[in-house]
């Protein structure tokens, strides 16, 4: 053969065997045009201008590092990131350059998403429409192209389920070094997959663990070392704010988000009687974070000696705009939060309740469909396309998208019954186990987490999930395409069916697969 | 002899032992996530292996030696667990085509012949693990639906659908409304002007069968007013009727009363005063 005719037939060869991820390259490279062309979708860079979770442009100009370092509430690396981008190469160039690492990150979800499909059994069909699907949808293009931590969090917690699947396969300790750093790197993205959640997921792991063809040490005690180091690094993150500002990270916004959630489960009257009485302080339901603290009730007000870091003493900066991370925040969250959360709970379950079964409803609704007042170009011009595209997957009964509604919890089932079943018993099922009790342990924690805990925006922390939603569903399509295809076989003269005919098999009836 | 009976099942254990290890690297084999991919025809002589160990087990015959024996030796003899012989030829029929094998054919068969394995070796685990399963993720949709109920019943207040019409409204303050409106200020669901015997009559909706009636007072001030109370209750008709009367303060007051079929209720102080409460139950 000549030398172009063997180029052709590498390249032939190369296509017949990975002709999933050329065709979701494809498309994702094809919607990419689409949305940025057609629909003008451009990269949304507002966030760290006003968001909570970001520090201030004007300390990142100025006191960058130490303002990252003194950050108390919030996981260090997305700021790291964005702010990092920003010093070194300008603002404008700063985030060029993150689009086009969002865009890498929007392309890894695309085909890890994929590749951890293939690698789990799906069928290679089902895995690149539903890859195809997710990588074309409107909500993954409005997240990919948000300059915030969604995108990068998918990314490695898909990583880490690709990785965690490596590990199965190879079974060394670099292997889950990979697998559980990719997850504690997700941890310093979003704090709220902090050490704890880690440790479930290796203790899950720890009952049927990599066991490769391999002697020495015990595959347990490898996988304990491989979560050692990961869990040292994000317990130095945490031992980091508690050494440095003195406080644990999160518990400020933990007491402040259930005292706001179940303040809004009473009716005015009540609270107004509470406050009053004397029972509960004058807080009156705000997220106090994103606002200056001249919004904050005077009674509420706990001056500090300055620390000297500016991160930690300024409640608005001379730029204008407000200060997120002072500490002065953190303390009224500890002292008048906390005992209202407290005296809250204790007193009006009901109220927590309420807000809690609002929280599931809002629970089930497109990613879309978060923070209203949060208008933006890309929502705007997304607008038409989620319409449409809802109205085809998610019709939508009176605000409750009762696809999802059915189909989620399904999944989560389905998830359950793979692994506790007698085929999560089979060896050919170890490493398909291990990487499904790793997507619920993730689906559960988040789920219970944010509706529990979080006070909107429940649909917009689902995002991270519906990855996994995919491959859980890909996986139960697989099953009941090989099912069909099962009946479909039996029913044409076989050995199978003539062995099939015997009146012992007849009354064993079908297989449980 | 006690020699004898130790040494005597060892062939058996040595043959469970071997079909468990061909059934475990069948497994690798089968693997999608294995380096370069499941291995079908690997898997497929594996499980062949696995089967004839647990057919020698099961038919006490180290003879056999190839799937179609192992199948007629089975077929002849009574099996333990004999309704699981369908799966034996499931599995059997299966690890016998040498076409027609695909992945999840293979798999099917691995889990048959750990099913055969098992009631060789006498042990019940993968039996165990389908029932287990079944009852999580029964467990899972029972809890969930008791938490659902629970919370529904929790937060089911369908007296706060119930409307009310007073004699008088406190320095404007409305004469009709809801059971479940109540002020911003005070949270109170309604409030008569002073006078001589002011009423609420609350219009239950449809007739109905009341057997107890909770009052939350005001609980800011003024718990004293408003008495003596009384609860009256009347059907289409409008024909009242007294079925409970409170004399002294209360913070919450529980009437209970025999179960009487209502339209309407009614609060009447019998004083002149105003009636002014937080909350009305009416169950």
């Given at each position: 053969?000549?030398?172009?005719g063997k180029?052709v037939a590498t390249?032939?060869g190369?296509l017949?065997?990975?002709?999933?991820?050329?065709v979701v390259?494809l498309v994702f490279?094809?919607s990419r045009?689409?949305y940025?062309?057609?629909?003008?979708?451009?990269?949304?860079?507002?966030?760290?201008?006003?968001f909570?979770q970001?520090?201030?442009p004007?300390?990142?100009?100025?006191?960058f590092l130490r303002s990252v370092?003194y950050l108390n509430?919030?996981?260090?690396?997305?700021?790291?990131?964005?702010?990092g981008?920003?010093?070194?190469?300008?603002?404008h160039?700063?985030?060029?350059?993150?689009?086009?690492?969002?865009?890498?990150?929007?392309?890894t979800i695309?085909?890890?998403?994929l590749?951890a499909?293939l690698?789990?059994?799906v069928?290679?069909a089902i895995a690149t429409?539903?890859a195809?699907?997710h990588?074309?949808?409107p909500?993954?293009?409005?997240?990919e192209?948000w300059l915030?931590?969604?995108?990068?969090?998918?990314?490695?917690q898909?990583?880490?389920?690709v990785a965690?699947?490596r590990?199965?396969?190879?079974g060394t300790?670099?292997?889950g070094?990979w697998?559980?750093?990719?997850?504690?790197l997700s941890?310093?993205f979003?704090?709220?997959?902090?050490?704890l959640?880690?440790?479930a997921?290796?203790?899950?792991?720890?009952?049927?663990?990599?066991?490769?063809?391999?002697?020495?040490v015990?595959?347990?005690?490898?996988l304990?070392?491989?979560?050692?180091?990961?869990?040292?690094?994000?317990?130095?993150d945490r031992?980091?704010?508690?050494?440095?500002v003195?406080?644990?990270?999160?518990?400020?916004y933990?007491?402040m988000?259930?005292?706001?959630?179940?303040y809004?489960g009473?009716?005015?009257g009540?609270?107004?009687l509470?406050?009053?009485?004397?029972?509960i302080?004058?807080?009156?339901?705000?997220?106090m974070f994103?606002?200056p603290?001249s919004?904050?009730?005077?009674?509420?007000r706990?001056?500090h000696p300055?620390?000297g870091?500016?991160?930690?003493?300024?409640?608005?900066?001379?730029a204008?705009?407000?200060?997120a991370h002072s500490l002065e925040k953190?303390?009224?969250?500890e002292?008048?939060?906390?005992?209202?959360a407290?005296?809250l709970?204790a007193n009006?379950?009901t109220?927590?309740?309420?807000?809690?079964?609002?929280a599931?409803?809002?629970y089930?609704?497109?990613?879309?469909?978060y923070?209203?007042?949060?208008v933006?170009p890309n929502?705007?011009?997304?607008?038409?396309v989620?319409?449409?595209?809802n109205?085809v997957?998610l019709?939508?009964?009176g605000?409750?998208e009762w696809?999802l509604v059915v189909?989620?919890?399904?999944?989560?089932?389905?998830?359950?019954?793979?692994?506790?079943g007698?085929?999560?018993?089979?060896?050919s099922?170890r490493s398909?186990?291990g990487?499904i009790a790793?997507m619920?342990?993730?689906?559960?924690?988040v789920?219970i987490a944010?509706?529990?805990?979080a006070v909107?925006d429940f649909?917009?922390?689902?995002?991270?999930?519906?990855?996994?939603y995919?491959?859980l569903?890909?996986l139960?399509?697989t099953d009941l395409?090989?099912r069909g295809?099962k009946?479909?076989?039996s029913?044409?003269?076989?050995?199978?069916?003539?062995?099939?005919?015997s009146?012992?098999a007849a009354?064993a009836?079908?297989?449980?697969? | 002899?006690?020699?004898?009976?130790?040494?005597?099942?060892?062939p058996?254990?040595?043959?469970?032992a071997?079909g468990?290890?061909?059934?475990?690297?069948?497994g690798r084999a089968?693997d999608p996530?294995?380096?370069?991919g499941a291995?079908l025809a690997l898997?497929q002589?594996?499980?062949?292996?696995a089967?004839?160990a647990a057919?020698?087990?099961?038919?006490?015959?180290?003879?056999?030696?190839?799937v179609e024996a192992a199948?007629d030796?089975?077929?002849r003899?009574e099996m333990?667990?004999?309704t699981e012989?369908?799966h034996v030829?499931n599995a059997s029929?299966?690890?016998?085509q040498r076409?027609?094998?695909?992945?999840?054919?293979?798999k099917?068969a691995?889990?048959?012949?750990?099913?055969?394995l098992?009631?060789?070796a006498?042990r019940?685990r993968?039996?165990?693990?389908?029932?287990?399963?079944l009852?999580v993720v029964?467990?899972?949709?029972?809890?969930?639906a008791?938490?659902?109920t629970l919370a529904a019943?929790s937060?089911?207040r369908?007296?706060e659908?119930?409307?009310?019409?007073?004699?008088s409204?406190?320095?404007g303050?409305?004469?009709?409304g809801?059971?479940?409106?109540?002020?911003?200020?005070y949270?109170?669901v309604?409030?008569t002007?002073?006078?001589?015997?002011?009423?609420?009559?609350v219009?239950l909706?449809a007739q109905?069968?009341?057997?107890?009636?909770t009052?939350?007072?005001?609980?800011?001030?003024?718990?004293?007013r408003?008495?003596?109370?009384?609860?009256?209750?009347?059907g289409?008709d409008?024909?009242?009727?007294q079925v409970?009367?409170?004399?002294?303060?209360?913070?919450?007051?529980e009437?209970?009363?025999?179960?009487?079929?209502?339209r309407?209720?009614?609060?009447?102080a019998?004083?002149?005063t105003?009636?002014?409460?937080?909350?009305?139950?009416?169950?």
């Open positions: 053969m000549n030398a172009p180029r390249l032939l190369f017949s065997r990975h002709w999933p991820y050329v390259a490279a094809t045009v689409i940025w062309r057609v629909l003008s979708i451009g990269f949304d860079t507002s966030p760290p201008d006003y909570m970001y520090v201030s004007w300390l990142i100009q100025r006191d370092l509430q919030q996981a260090p690396l997305q700021n790291l990131l964005v702010g981008c920003e010093r070194l190469f300008g603002t160039a700063g985030f060029a350059i993150l689009h086009v690492l969002y865009v890498g990150i929007g392309l695309a085909l890890t998403l590749h499909m690698r789990l059994g069928s290679s429409v539903a195809a699907l990588t074309a949808s909500v993954t293009v409005h997240y192209n915030f931590y969604h995108a990068p969090v998918a990314a490695l898909l990583l880490s389920l965690l699947l590990y199965y396969r190879r300790l670099s292997a070094i697998c559980f750093g990719l997850f504690a941890g310093l979003y704090a709220n997959f902090g050490p959640v880690l440790v997921l290796g203790v899950a792991l720890l009952i049927r663990p990599p066991r490769p063809d391999r002697a020495g015990s595959p347990r005690v490898r304990i070392a491989a979560l050692a180091i990961p869990l040292c690094v994000l317990g130095l031992a980091r704010t508690r050494v440095l003195g406080h644990n990270q999160g518990d400020a933990l007491w988000n259930l005292a706001v959630k179940t809004a009473l009716r005015p009540e609270r107004t509470l406050e009053n009485k004397g029972d302080s004058h807080f009156r339901g705000s997220i994103s606002g603290l919004y904050v009730d005077p009674s509420l706990i001056p300055p620390t870091v500016p991160i930690l003493d300024l409640d608005t900066l001379p204008g705009g407000v200060n953190v303390l009224i969250a002292s008048f939060y906390k005992k209202d407290k005296f709970l009006y379950p109220a927590y309740l309420r807000s809690f079964v609002e599931v409803r809002e089930f609704a497109s990613p879309m469909d923070d209203d007042s949060l933006t929502r705007e011009n997304l607008r038409t989620v319409e449409e595209t109205a997957f019709p939508d009964d605000g409750t696809l189909l989620l919890p399904v999944l989560f089932l389905y998830g359950l019954y793979r692994i506790t007698a085929r999560g018993a089979l060896e099922e398909i186990t990487a790793y619920l342990i993730l689906i559960a924690y789920t944010m509706t529990g805990v909107c649909m917009r922390y689902r995002y991270n999930l519906d990855p996994f995919v491959i569903f890909a139960l399509a395409v090989e295809k009946a479909w076989r029913s044409r003269p076989s050995l199978s069916s003539a062995l099939n005919k009146p012992l009354s009836g079908a297989s449980t697969l | 002899m006690v020699t004898d009976r130790h040494e005597a099942p060892k058996v254990d040595r043959a469970v071997y468990e290890g061909a059934l475990e690297l069948a089968l996530n294995r380096p370069g291995s898997g002589l594996l499980l062949r292996e089967f004839l057919a020698r087990v099961a038919c006490k015959d180290d003879s056999l030696a190839s199948l030796a089975l077929h003899i333990p667990g004999r012989n369908g030829w029929a299966l690890i016998a076409d027609l094998v695909d992945r999840a054919a293979l099917r691995e889990l048959e012949v750990a099913r055969l098992d009631v060789a006498g019940r993968v039996a165990r693990a389908s029932r287990r399963a009852w029964l467990g899972v949709v029972v809890l969930t008791a938490a659902a019943l937060l089911r369908p007296w659908r119930y409307t009310w019409a007073s004699s409204g406190w320095s303050s409305r004469q009709t809801t059971l479940g409106d109540h002020d911003w200020m949270d109170l309604f409030h002007d002073e006078q001589q015997n002011p009423w609420v009559i219009d909706l109905r069968m009341v057997e107890k009636v009052i939350v007072n005001r609980s800011d001030c003024c718990q004293e408003g008495l003596p109370l009384e609860i009256d209750l009347a289409p409008g024909k009242f009727f409970a009367l409170r004399t002294t303060v209360f913070d919450v007051w009437a209970t009363f025999p179960r009487q079929r209502a309407f209720l009614r609060l009447q019998n004083s002149k105003a009636l002014h409460f937080r909350d009305i139950e009416i169950r």
